[in-house]
């Protein structure tokens, strides 16, 4: 009987070939091991719907991304199971203050938060999953459909004049003083009334430091020449900042603000200033935009983060985006990529494209999507009042109608 022997090239292909399949199997599990340690959010024993929380996809905007030359990516941060990128904080403050015994399920107790909308979204629907009440406080002046959801979320929702974070009526300090005043007299029942201070809660920051930065640098494999984000609480923009700039050499990081925003300037300048607050212009209490979610005019603990002690701060710059602008980026994304986006998202999208274009073909921008429209249509998706206020609601013929912003 004859035998076949295999050649030493044969060998060598097999011994390859074996060598490869095992490295394959040995990368998967390392990735698997430290996903699941750097990302909270990929804890498997998680059950119901916060084990969906996490790990959005990062895509393509093609009408921009084909306009510049650039790959203009975004993290669909909507597809959360509550909708935004809040379900995030949401998940891992609650869970850190369960770890700390500040929180036990089925005890009646409640979180308390101060909110103009998605955050208290979020926390409504994993309060819900995990066995809280909640109560969230809002300004009256956010859209009608942000109360309703939370309201079907079973939340408490208290609605109130909008006002300086100065006046004790403001309504974070409302819902800190609603927070105090929960269950102080029922401590031995384990009932507690519980804060999350979104604004100043470090752990606002950290939550996105271990889980939203970790899956872009994964998704992106770590090619990128700009990341760019608006600011609200500063979470968001400070952890994603801090996480990707020493890992990424090159990465430039900037800030898309809201005209009345002051923080633009803060970045730019070193001042707190916009010119739509100047005294007898302010139409509004808190930030003279359409757009809600993003936008300050005082320094929170979570945007300090990204302020080094000597004042320098870890972005490399600003860009102040017009109402007019956030509004035509919405109506240009739905029409040409299908794309129903809130007005955080919109600023975002401006901003990216002028950064894109500022570089010239051959780069990588990415940013958030952080809502849809959805939560957005009697307000910045509602036609007839954006026109009274003189915005055209008709979908751009071209990108070139955009100013260019740096």
């Not at 309504?171 to 979104?198: I, L, S």
């Not at 957005?376 to 260019?404: C, I, R, V």
Request: charged residues 20%.
């Amino acid at each position: 009987m004859s035998r076949t022997y295999a050649t030493p090239a044969t060998c060598m292909l097999l011994i390859s070939a074996a060598t490869a399949a095992a490295a394959a199997v040995a990368y998967w599990r390392y990735l698997t091991y430290h996903s699941a340690e750097e990302n909270p959010q990929r804890k498997n024993d998680r059950t119901g719907v916060v084990s969906l929380i996490g790990n959005t996809p990062l895509i393509r905007i093609n009408s921009l991304s084909d306009h510049t030359g650039c790959e203009i990516l975004a993290k669909a941060e909507f597809l959360n199971p509550g909708g935004s990128s809040k379900d995030r904080i949401a998940l891992y403050l609650i869970e850190k203050a369960e770890s700390l015994n500040q929180l036990i399920p089925h005890t009646q107790s409640c979180i308390f938060e101060g909110t103009s909308g998605s955050t208290g979204i979020s926390l409504a629907m994993v309060a819900r999953a995990k066995g809280y009440l909640c109560h969230i406080v809002m300004p009256s002046d956010q859209a009608i459909e942000k109360s309703q959801l939370l309201e079907r979320y079973g939340a408490t929702v208290e609605r109130v004049a909008p006002c300086s974070i100065v006046d004790e009526n403001n309504f974070v300090n409302v819902a800190r003083r609603r927070a105090m005043e929960y269950g102080k007299d029922n401590n031995d029942d384990g009932r507690r009334g519980y804060f999350v201070d979104q604004f100043e809660n470090p752990l606002n920051s950290e939550a996105h430091y271990r889980t939203t930065g970790p899956e872009i640098l994964r998704q992106t494999s770590g090619k990128m020449d700009v990341f760019v984000h608006g600011s609200g609480t500063g979470g968001t923009i400070a952890g994603i900042t801090r996480y990707l700039k020493p890992r990424v050499p090159g990465l430039r990081c900037f800030l898309a603000d809201p005209q009345g925003s002051g923080l633009a300037n803060k970045v730019n300048h070193g001042v707190m200033f916009s010119d739509t607050e100047r005294e007898g212009t302010r139409r509004r209490q808190q930030v003279d935009t359409l757009v809600e979610g993003v936008g300050l005019n005082r320094l929170t603990r979570n945007f300090a983060h990204i302020l080094q002690p000597s004042g320098r701060c870890l972005l490399d710059g600003a860009i102040s985006v017009s109402d007019a602008d956030a509004v035509k980026m919405s109506r240009w994304l739905m029409a040409n990529d299908g794309l129903f986006v809130g007005s955080s998202a919109a600023i975002n999208c401006v901003a990216a494209l002028s950064l894109a274009r500022s570089m010239g073909p051959g780069h990588t921008v990415v940013t958030v999507l952080a809502d849809s429209g959805q939560r957005h249509l009697t307000k910045f998706w509602n036609d007839q009042k954006m026109a009274a206020l003189g915005y055209s609601t008709e979908p751009p013929e071209s990108l070139d109608e955009f100013s260019q912003l740096l």
